[in-house]
Structure formats: structure tokens, C-alpha cells
């Protein structure tokens, strides 16, 4: 058996089948590179999900890291560290909002976020107790608790997981008219990817962030941004709510915020919301530990000292251009923003499944999301002939069908 296949068998029969990754077996990683235990390279066209933004192993953020390492690693919010205030003026400063609460993971700062505006509806919007109502759009992903898949309106993330959590309503997305008619006294927010990742690359129609920013404040409603996946630069922008020049309420990140090295996640709003947060009322063992303190503080900038939301627009907008040339039968739609890109497989042509396979065969790592979509997001700090690397493959595997 090949090095790979027994890595693969033995991770197979210890660990719980809970994902269903493509055979390949990475041992090694450098900016957009990735090499198996075989010794193949490999381009990484996920960036783990975006979370690899600033690509594998930046020495400015692995420096940080090893820095960081010799000094102190955790202390608990029981003491104070010296990095965390650095580091949340830095964000604070960054994303353009008064107060930031740290987290690990994405579905902590959403989850987080969801109690901020549950509080906030009683203590500020003056809903009655247990009343509050959150809407969500169809095709949403934000994380996998229970809670958070209260929400979802993918039937295999809930099957089997009920009871859920209530004070949910799940509403058409891109469709203003819908939120109009769903939001009441009692909706204390809504939450919203302003691209949705996981559900396909969907971008809503242009103006669509406004309407929802407008509804919101008429209505006295929290808008929530999961920017989890689309933030730090992915889709062109430092936030892909600025492409409307939209300043939701609170927004999750996550993410690229660990810069492929930590979990590092944040809510961030201002004081008028942040203040629903007393001692005791809400926590995290991690949240804040001074390691994550200081790659969080290098993940930002280098996302602003190389300029990487510009990157993404420039080399997006010739990756799209470039992918959307190929003459290919398979193709239903390639749509994208910044290097965030999905291409839509048709359904006569099967599933987006065995053309990610094909693509690895040729060095290509990519994922499909939803079934019929493979999704191109590299690490934002791909160069041009790297991409036209990729195309080339791309371009094989799509009109060899
Ligand atoms: C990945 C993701 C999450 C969850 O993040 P985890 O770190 O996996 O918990 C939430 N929302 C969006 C939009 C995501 O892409």
C-alpha cells in the first residue's frame, strides 16, 4: 500500500467519519503549495476554507507565533495578558467598530453574536421575555452546534439532531421583500453572509445589502454579518459588506483571523450592543489567550501591509474573466467576487465531486460545496502565472467532459 493509503486506512478506522476528503495526504505546506507523504505538490485552491487567506505558514505570522511561544501561551481570562489589548485596538481600528469579544472558532462568534442580540432585544429593544426572534436566509451556513443548525436548511446538518433551538425564522435570501414581511416588533437581528460560501459562491443581487441594512435600522433590528468565510480580503474587499459601503451591527469573524495557524475568532460591534456582555454572563477558556493574541495581531497585517483585499480584486477579476472564456458543455455558471469563485457544474454532468478528483490528479487542490459546485478560492497571495497554472488544469478537466 502507497504511504498515502495507510494514512488514509488509519485515520479511517480511528477517527470518526464525519468528512469525506479527497485521497490525498499532505505533509508539508509553503504559501500556495502543499506536498503529500508520496511526495506530490499540490496548488491549494481551498485555503481551508479562506482561512488561509495569508497562505500556509507566513513567516511574518509563523514569527509571531514562535515569538509568542517563548513568552507566555495562556492564562485564562481570570488575569490579564499583555497582547489582548494590543490586539483588540488593532481590530477594533481594522473593522471600524468600538468593542470586539474574543473567541476561538467561527461558530463561537456567531453563536456568540446570536446571544449578544438576544440580550440586547430584551435589554435595549424592549421585547418581552423569550420572545426574541432571529431570521436567517435559506442556503446559510454558520457553524455546526446545535443552535447554529437551528437554522439551516440543509436536511443532513439536522437530521437527527433535534430538538433545535427556537426564535429562528429561515426566509428566501437575495429577496428583500421576504425580510420585509417576516420582520416584526420581536426580531431582534438578522444574520446574514453577504456572500453565501458554503452554500455555492451565491452572491446576492446588487443593492441587496443596502435593503437589508435599511429594513433593519426602520425595524430596530441587529444586522448581524457572518464574515467568517468572505472577511480579510477574500472577495476583494477588506469586508465584503464594503462593496455596498454597508456597516452591519455586529459582524463574526473568524478564519483568516488565525492566519492558518490558530482558531481565532471575534464579534465585533459597538459599545450600544457589546454592553449586553456583564462579568460572568458570557466566556471562553481560549478565547483571548495571548498566542492567539499575537498571530491574530500578525494576520492582520499582513493582510493590510501586502494589500491583499487588492490582490483579490485584480487577480479575481482576471480569474474569472480567464475561467469564464472556457468553452466547456459542463458548466451551468462560474460567478465569483475578488479570488472567491464557484463554478457551477450542471446536474446532467453529475455532481462537481469527480472533477475535484481529476483536478488533484493534475496538482490541483479544490473542494465541492453543495454538490454541483467546485469552489476556487487560493490564498490571496497567489501570482498571476500561478493562476494560469491552474487555468490550464482547470480548463482540461472542464472540456474533457
Ligand atoms: C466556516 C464558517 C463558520 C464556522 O467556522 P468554524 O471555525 O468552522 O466554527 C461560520 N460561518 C461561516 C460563513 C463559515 O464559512
Not at 426574541?132 to 452546534?145: H, L, S, W
Request: glycine share 8%; net charge negative; aromatic share 8%.
Amino acid at each position: 500500500m502507497s504511504r498515502t493509503g495507510r494514512f488514509i486506512a488509519e485515520a479511517e478506522k480511528w477517527g470518526a467519519r464525519n468528512y469525506e476528503p479527497l485521497p490525498v495526504v499532505i505533509e508539508k505546506a509553503e504559501r500556495i503549495w502543499v506536498w503529500d507523504v508520496d511526495g506530490q505538490k499540490y496548488l491549494d485552491m481551498l485555503s481551508a476554507y479562506s482561512a488561509l487567506n495569508q497562505g500556509h505558514r507566513h513567516p511574518k505570522i509563523i514569527s509571531a507565533l514562535i515569538d509568542q511561544l517563548e513568552r507566555v501561551t495562556l492564562t485564562s481570562r481570570a488575569f490579564h495578558n499583555d497582547m489582548m489589548g494590543p490586539f483588540l485596538q488593532k481590530l477594533c481600528a481594522t473593522a471600524g467598530y468600538e468593542k470586539v469579544l474574543l473567541m476561538n472558532t467561527g461558530t463561537e462568534a456567531v453563536e456568540t453574536s446570536l446571544k449578544a442580540a438576544r440580550k440586547w432585544g430584551y435589554e435595549e429593544k424592549g421585547v418581552a421575555p423569550d420572545k426574541a426572534e432571529i431570521i436567517a436566509f435559506e442556503n446559510n451556513f454558520a457553524g455546526r452546534t446545535i443552535s447554529v443548525v437551528s437554522f439551516s436548511s440543509e436536511e443532513q446538518y439536522k437530521k437527527g439532531f433535534g430538538p433545535f433551538t427556537p426564535g429562528f425564522k429561515v426566509i428566501p435570501f437575495d429577496d428583500a421583500e421576504a425580510l420585509e414581511r417576516t420582520i416584526n416588533e420581536n426580531t431582534v437581528a438578522v444574520i446574514l453572509e453577504p456572500i453565501q460560501g458554503e452554500g455555492g459562491v451565491i452572491i446576492p443581487s446588487s443593492g441587496y445589502l443596502t435593503k437589508v441594512r435599511e429594513i433593519t435600522s426602520a425595524n430596530n433590528t441587529l444586522m448581524i454579518a457572518d464574515e467568517i468565510q468572505t472577511g480579510f480580503g477574500r472577495t476583494g474587499k477588506l469586508f465584503a459588506c464594503d462593496h455596498e459601503g454597508v456597516r452591519p451591527d455586529v459582524v463574526a469573524l473568524g478564519k483568516a483571523l488565525g492566519g492558518g495557524v490558530l482558531p481565532v475568532s471575534a464579534m465585533v460591534a459597538d459599545n450600544r450592543v457589546m454592553k449586553a456582555f456583564t462579568p460572568g454572563v458570557h466566556g471562553s477558556t481560549f478565547g483571548g489567550n495571548p498566542l492567539a493574541c499575537a498571530v491574530g495581531m500578525a494576520s492582520i497585517d499582513v493582510v493590510v501591509e501586502e494589500n491583499l483585499p487588492d490582490r483579490s480584486a485584480e487577480l479575481g477579476e482576471y480569474f474569472l474573466k480567464q475561467l469564464r472564456s472556457i468553452n466547456s458543455q459542463a458548466v451551468k455558471e462560474t460567478r465569483g467576487k475578488g479570488l472567491f469563485i464557484g463554478i457551477e457544474i450542471l446536474r446532467s454532468y453529475g455532481t462537481a465531486r469527480p472533477f475535484c478528483e481529476k483536478l488533484m490528479k493534475l496538482g490541483l487542490l479544490c473542494k465541492e460545496t453543495h454538490e454541483q459546485t467546485i469552489r476556487l478560492a487560493p490564498p490571496l497571495v497567489i501570482e498571476k502565472h500561478e493562476i494560469d497554472w491552474a487555468l490550464d488544469r482547470i480548463e482540461r478537466v472542464l472540456t474533457a467532459v
